[in-house]
């Protein structure tokens, strides 16, 4: 298995795992132009936009990974935030997440970006088993706008 960066040839199976990723959320049906509009930004490579990275083996893709640095008022380096990460359900337990997770902390640490984050739902005890052993938990707690 290697990490790497996402490239134009992953499109389908991509959205494959990306579409996973969203159901897990309980978010199905998205539209096809939503994973156009992300996928092309992804592949647009701004840096001040979110980049991915994909997990591969033998050309088939096992998961995958966003991320986007930017500036932080008590570090003025900037920290890297990790919005989106999913595994392939024949994957799971074979380290990917942990490869991908990784893999964005070689990309902060180049970047000069040291302190990545990310969020889960509670219910996602597979993933904060993971978590607890890659990451510190914070005491904060997260509130939305009502719409």
Do not use: K, S
Not at 21 to 27: K, L, V
Not at 80 to 89: G, K, V
Request: glycine share 8%.
């Amino acid at each position: 298995m290697i990490v790497r960066p996402l490239a134009a040839q992953d499109r389908e199976q991509w959205q494959h795992l990306y579409d996973g990723y969203h159901r897990f959320y309980d978010r199905p049906d998205l539209p096809q132009d939503f994973f156009d509009a992300v996928f092309d930004r992804l592949a647009a490579d701004r840096p001040d936009d979110f980049h991915g990275l994909v997990a591969e083996e033998d050309g088939r893709l096992l998961g995958l990974t966003h991320y986007v640095f930017h500036p932080h008022m008590w570090f003025p380096e900037g920290v890297c935030y990790l919005q989106d990460l999913f595994t392939a359900d024949q994957a799971r337990g074979r380290g990917v997440a942990r490869a991908l997770i990784e893999g964005v902390y070689a990309a902060a640490d180049a970047a000069g970006r040291p302190r990545v984050y990310w969020l889960t739902q509670e219910f996602n005890y597979a993933g904060r088993t993971l978590y607890d052993r890659v990451g510190v938990r914070t005491p904060f707690i997260r509130y939305n706008r009502p719409l």
